[in-house]
């Protein structure tokens, strides 16, 4: 490829980019309908929900009961809570974190390290919840060498270990019907939107999806979402099949983009090679620069 077709190259990749950065603050540009909304109540009377326990003890223990591998450094790790009929009571948009004590040369007694994941089950599951979680073991990246402090210690924990989680952490609630909070320096505007358009990469594609499963999931949410999701090969993408199961109910206008092309990239791919040899959409796609 020659000079001025790598540099259009490129520049197709920056329109891109730049066209989904846009459309998302588009997105989140929308009709504001006030700033002093009572926060609503994500549960019925009387319920006791894990976020109620973290509120009260700061932290709560939670066991591994299961782990499913869906790639060869991504688990699906299910903790369970302390009721069986228990919610986690997070509202889509919340996410909580992970407090593990660990032992360091700078801190060889411990270093308290929190981390943050948003949960992939249902928002009304009982008696567990779901994480989806990258591990980043050691010598697997030269400017890591020593790996993460957290991932590769959950990698390890047999069913029955406990972890310790505190939350819930949040910037925005998704309420429904394209009603947004948005929280910032301690307050909050509310706003809704017709359209929501997301970009997500790797497992990043968390926080979207909890929004994306509880709209697909509701007959009266008519918001329409759109989404790219990068990843390195199409072998990367994760919970792919559930994305496309939403997207089938079309609410979910669903793009993807890998950065390395591989000759058995699915025909609904987007695949720019960096390297400036090709971006190419298969079949029903109409780019194809080689």
């Not at 928002?123 to 919840?129: A, V």
């Not at 590769?152 to 069913?159: A, G, H, S, V, Y």
């Not at 310790?164 to 301690?186: A, C, D, M, S």
């Not at 979402?225 to 994305?243: Q, S, V």
């Amino acid at each position: 490829m020659g000079i001025k077709q790598k540099m259009l190259t490129y520049l197709w990749v920056f329109g891109l980019v730049a066209a989904l950065v846009f459309s998302y603050v588009w997105a989140f540009s929308g009709k504001r309908t006030g700033s002093r909304r009572q926060t609503p109540i994500n549960k019925n009377p009387g319920e006791t929900t894990a976020v109620d326990l973290m509120k009260q003890y700061k932290s709560i223990e939670v066991p591994l009961v299961k782990r499913i591998q869906i790639s060869h450094d991504t688990y699906i790790f299910q903790y369970g809570l302390p009721k069986e009929e228990m919610r986690l009571g997070l509202f889509a948009g919340e996410h909580i974190a992970i407090q593990e004590t660990v032992k360091t040369p700078e801190e060889p007694e411990g270093e308290v390290i929190y981390r943050k994941y948003t949960p992939v089950s249902g928002l009304d599951e009982r008696g567990s919840f779901d994480l989806l979680v990258k591990i980043y073991r050691p010598n697997t990246h030269p400017k890591f060498p020593e790996g993460g402090m957290l991932t590769p210690l959950l990698e390890k924990m047999q069913i029955g270990d406990k972890i310790r989680i505190t939350g819930p952490y949040r910037k925005f609630n998704y309420l429904g019907n394209g009603h947004v909070k948005i929280f910032k320096e301690g307050q909050h505007v509310d706003r809704n939107f017709k359209h929501i358009a997301m970009v997500a990469g790797g497992t990043g594609i968390t926080p979207m999806y909890q929004i994306i499963k509880k709209v697909a999931d509701s007959q009266d949410d008519q918001t329409q979402l759109y989404l790219l999701f990068a990843n390195k090969t199409p072998d990367d993408i994760l919970l792919r099949e559930e994305l496309e199961s939403f997207a089938a109910r079309g609410k979910l206008k669903l793009f993807y983009t890998c950065l390395l092309y591989t000759s058995d990239a699915a025909d609904d791919l987007l695949c720019v090679d960096l390297g400036g040899r090709r971006i190419i959409k298969k079949k029903n796609n109409k780019i194809a620069i080689r």
